[in-house]
T-cell receptor, first 112, second 111 residues
């Protein structure tokens, strides 16, 4: 079991839908991350939050909107996605500075 | 630009053998490196890390070697077991919370 919990595990949405991915950690980590992983590819960084403030946005399209309501929660709001956005979306958290990222098991997103 | 790559996309070993997974990186400013294991349907799982002021670090059955001169990282797994079968990723960081993953190596362990 992972200490980073992601919900839902699977999500199917149409291109006109609005949905949200949720992530929660209770390790006291102050940095939280969203990564996107396509099949047979490495995870790619999307966003980083540090102390609940967005610190890195890797030029992600605006149809992906992150939110960090508090130090334990991280959301990713999805709107008007494209089929090519289908992927595994991974959340991670870490302590500040050079320290390992702890990943959840991801949300498998399919856009139809 | 930054890039992290692996020489071998698939490594097949027999149970009990030692496995070596290699990784090349190009960003000389990277000062922190991590190896992750990813099993099917799961997120990456931390295995071991190493900072740039070290050249070797050992864990339980695993050893990471760092050669900064040639920008090379390796993961050695002793007495490989079927449960070690997974995709292994190296990742590098320059210390600004930007962790870049390499392309991954699939390790297949046969009994």
């Amino acid at each position: 079991d992972t200490e980073v919990t992601q919900t839902p595990k699977h999500l199917v949405m149409g291109m006109t839908n609005k949905k949200s991915l949720k992530c929660e950690q209770h390790m006291g980590h102050r940095a939280m991350y969203w990564y996107k992983q396509k099949a047979k590819k490495p995870p790619e960084l999307m966003f980083v939050y540090s102390y609940e403030k967005l610190s890195i946005n890797e030029s992600v399209p605006s149809r992906f909107s992150p939110e960090c309501p508090n130090s334990s929660l991280l959301n990713l709001h999805l709107h008007a996605l494209q089929p090519e956005d289908s992927a595994l979306y991974l959340c991670a958290s870490s302590q500040e500075g050079n320290s390992p990222l702890h990943f959840g098991n991801g949300t498998r997103l399919t856009v139809t | 630009g930054e890039s992290v790559g692996l020489h071998l996309p698939t490594l097949s070993v027999q149970e009990g053998d030692n496995s070596i997974i290699n990784c090349a990186y190009s960003n000389s400013a990277s000062d922190y490196f991590i190896w992750y294991k990813q099993e099917s349907g799961k997120g990456p799982q931390f295995i071991i890390d190493i900072r740039s002021n070290m050249d070797k670090r050992q864990g339980q059955r695993v050893t990471v070697l760092l050669n900064k001169t040639v920008k090379h990282l390796s993961l050695q797994i002793a007495a490989t077991q079927p449960g070690d079968s997974a995709v292994y990723f190296c990742a590098e960081s320059t210390g600004f919370q930007k962790l870049v993953f390499g392309t991954g190596t699939r390790l297949l362990v046969s009994p």
